[in-house]
């Protein structure tokens, strides 16, 4: 016999075995109840029985079987069994006889039944193992067939970074192939966005580990006597100091939310107060443009209070940064079209070219030139932005045209509590600017 044939012969036996098992475990627990159900009857049978013939005895008056010993015989002791009660006793030999007669007959068609029972079940349960079987074999007539050796060869000769596919040019294995492939596609995909972001953070860390190095050696030669080079190194290193710590953050919410690791704390709270809150701070810390608040709905949402005052700065910040000073920059709070809960930034700045906009949220991602190291970003505030809308499952709606301006909306469906239209009232600006 081949070893294939062996493989498969020792499989359908194992497949047997454990139908076996698995049948003998079931009658057993049948057979048990069977058991203990004749048991039952017999004891109730009895004790109807006596309580019927000494009429008035209840089950709470206890009795006791005796054997009358003064009979001769197995049969005549049987025959003189009685049922004794505190005020008599009950012969029921007759009753016994009549009895036994009966669960002897039900004993032996229980017998049957189980015996037939545990014959169709074997059946069944082998018949619920064939495709387990089935699989088993199939897998050992591939490794018999050197398919296998095939696949782990196609395999081997892949390099990750390249384009390239298994093909074996083996009809049978083509499903199987289609699938690696997809896998490998997925797997290139995030070798390259690994790969890129941990480049990019290599970058972005190195120039200021650079700049703190160059303004500690020129303390370490010039500015140990020379007051005004000590203070300009002491403020480089400091703001480099600053910029370094808020990238690593940046790069550790990054790391948690990659790894499910960051946690919501969702609480109701109002986002049009949360917007009319980031109005007045904006206010006070950028004096350079004018900063409009157009709340059109009181909404309420619950969500997580701090992300999401955490995505809506950072979407000020970069209005901030690339719209030209004296230019509106408008926040709002309203229910979309869609009936979701939106809170809005909008600016008069450069704008974003239509090709880039896919890719605004990709991690250390500029779309423009104008958008580069000197406006203080990392390139990182839009991919947490989007972070934070994806924990909560919500999206950006983002339109923008070149050299006219950015819209960028939160939107957050599932997270609306109530709404209710905003009072008439003027639109708050900065008028000092």
């Not at 020792?10 to 698995?22: C, F, L, T, V, Y």
């Not at 986002?271 to 004018?290: A, F, V």
């Not at 209005?319 to 079209?337: E, Q, V």
């Amino acid at each position: 016999m081949s070893r294939t044939k062996k493989q498969k012969a020792r499989k359908i036996e194992d497949s047997g075995s454990i139908a076996g098992r698995i049948s003998a475990n079931l009658q057993v627990e049948k057979l048990m109840m069977w058991l203990l159900t004749d048991i039952l009857v017999f004891v109730f049978s009895v004790t109807g029985w006596c309580v019927a013939i000494r009429g008035g005895v209840t089950l709470a008056d206890p009795g006791r079987i005796l054997l009358d010993m003064s009979q001769e015989g197995m049969w005549n002791k049987i025959g003189g069994a009685v049922y004794a009660f505190s005020t008599g006793t009950v012969h029921c030999g007759i009753f016994l006889q009549q009895l036994l007669s009966v669960i002897a007959v039900l004993g032996m068609v229980e017998t049957m039944l189980w015996v037939f029972s545990f014959i169709t079940e074997y059946f069944r349960v082998r018949k619920m193992l064939v495709p387990l079987s089935a699989m088993a074999d199939h897998t050992s007539l591939l490794a018999g067939s050197g398919d296998f050796e095939e696949i782990e060869s196609a395999l081997g000769s892949i390099d990750p970074t390249s384009d390239g596919y298994i093909r074996t040019g083996n009809r049978e294995l083509r499903p199987l192939e289609e699938s690696i492939n997809l896998m490998l596609d997925r797997m290139r995909e995030t070798y390259a966005a690994q790969t890129r972001f941990v480049s990019d953070a290599s970058h972005e860390l190195r120039t200021p580990i650079a700049v703190i190095k160059g303004y500690a050696d020129m303390l370490d030669r010039w500015g140990k006597d020379d007051e005004k080079i000590l203070d300009e190194g002491i403020t480089a290193i400091r703001t480099e100091s600053d910029n370094m710590s808020r990238l690593i953050e940046e790069l550790l919410f990054i790391a948690r939310c990659d790894n499910g690791r960051q946690t919501l704390s969702k609480t109701v709270f109002s986002l049009s107060d949360m917007m009319r809150g980031i109005h007045e701070q904006q206010m006070m810390i950028d004096d350079t443009h004018n900063y409009i608040c157009d709340i059109r709905d009181e909404v309420t949402i619950l969500a997580d209070e701090q992300l999401i005052l955490q995505a809506m700065r950072i979407l000020c910040d970069n209005a901030r940064k690339y719209t030209p000073k004296g230019n509106d920059i408008t926040l709002r709070a309203y229910i979309n079209d869609k009936g979701e809960p939106a809170a809005e930034v909008s600016d008069t700045g450069i704008g974003i070219i239509e090709e880039d906009i896919p890719y605004i949220f990709d991690r250390f991602y500029r779309s423009d030139p104008a958008r580069n190291k000197k406006t203080g970003g990392s390139g990182l505030g839009l991919s947490i932005a989007k972070l934070i809308a994806d924990r909560h499952k919500g999206y950006f709606d983002v339109y923008s045209v070149k050299d006219i301006g950015t819209r960028m909306t939160l939107c957050l469906p599932g997270a609306l509590v109530s709404s209710s239209p905003a009072e008439k009232r003027p639109k708050e600006t900065d008028d000092e600017n």
